[in-house]
Antibody, heavy 124, light 110 residues
Framework: EVQLVESGGDLVQPGRSLRLSCAASGFRFDDYAMHWVRQAPGKGPEWVAGISWNSGRVGYADSVQGRFTISRDNAKNSLNLQMNNLRPEDTAFYYC?????????????????WGQGTTVTVSS | QSVLTQPPSASGTPGQRVTMSCSGSSSNIGSNTVNWYQQLPGMAPKLLIYGDNERPSGVPDRFSGSKSGTSASLAISGLQSEDEADYYCAAWDDSLNVYVFGTGTTVTVL
């Protein structure tokens, strides 16, 4: 069974850091691009970051560029999101998602499998 | 503000056909494939349509996607109560270099 399990969500103060992780199983992890997508309460999904199968290409939403770093460890089947200088507007449910393609910006990207999500709350 | 625009709501009675649109531009829908996601209350989004009109395994053939130029559409035939959900179109945007989700359409079964 294909499965993605996120962890690391927490309540943090503005300006602090947090690291999210996603454990993947049930598929060949290094064959696919991976993404983080967030959803604030009552809002639609927002793509946060994506990384190609071999980490050769990464991309970020403008809203997190320079503050968040996506990375993957294919040997451990894991995806990470390092979030620095957190802001209240980063408060959201964060999902890990598996692409149907190997690379981001492939023209045929799509998120075929999603995790259950983890909650990040940024508040003083 | 999303670059993919969807009507905020759509509705129909059981058995009816409901369609919803997704309007974009040459840098997203016009040059990349469109995906559609269904999000049930309290759940993660689920890929419903990929590659403009392909259904992943397990998605009923009541759901169909189409694209023309810089616009795309999702149709639900034989509407069922369990289809009440939010629906989002999405595509990669070559100009912004991001994956963009549409504004979303809430489908209500009357």
């Amino acid at each position: 069974e294909v499965q993605l399990v996120e962890s690391g969500g927490d309540l943090v103060q503005p300006g602090r850091s947090l690291r999210l992780s996603c454990a993947a199983s049930g598929f060949r992890f290094d064959d696919y691009a991976m993404h983080w997508v967030r959803q604030a309460p009552g809002k639609g999904p927002e793509w946060v970051a994506g990384i190609s199968w071999n980490s050769g290409r990464v991309g970020y939403a403008d809203s997190v560029q320079g503050r968040f770093t996506i990375s993957r460890d294919n040997a451990k089947n894991s995806l990470n999101l390092q979030m620095n200088n957190l802001r209240p507007e980063d408060t959201a449910f964060y999902y890990c998602a598996k692409d149907i393609s190997a690379s981001i910006a492939a023209g045929e990207n799509g998120m075929g499998v999603w995790g259950q999500g983890t909650t990040v709350t940024v508040s003083s | 503000q999303s670059v993919l625009t969807q009507p905020p709501s759509a509705s129909g009675t059981p058995g009816q056909r409901v369609t919803m649109s997704c309007s974009g531009s040459s840098s997203n829908i016009g040059s990349n494939t469109v995906n559609w996601y269904q999000q049930l209350p309290g759940m993660a989004p689920k890929l419903l349509i990929y590659g403009d009109n392909e259904r992943p395994s397990g998605v009923p053939d009541r759901f169909s996607g189409s694209k023309s130029g810089t616009s795309a559409s999702l149709a639900i035939s034989g509407l069922q109560s369990e289809d009440e959900a939010d629906y989002y179109c999405a595509a990669w945007d070559d100009s912004l270099n991001v994956y963009v989700f549409g504004t979303g359409t809430t489908v209500t079964v009357l």
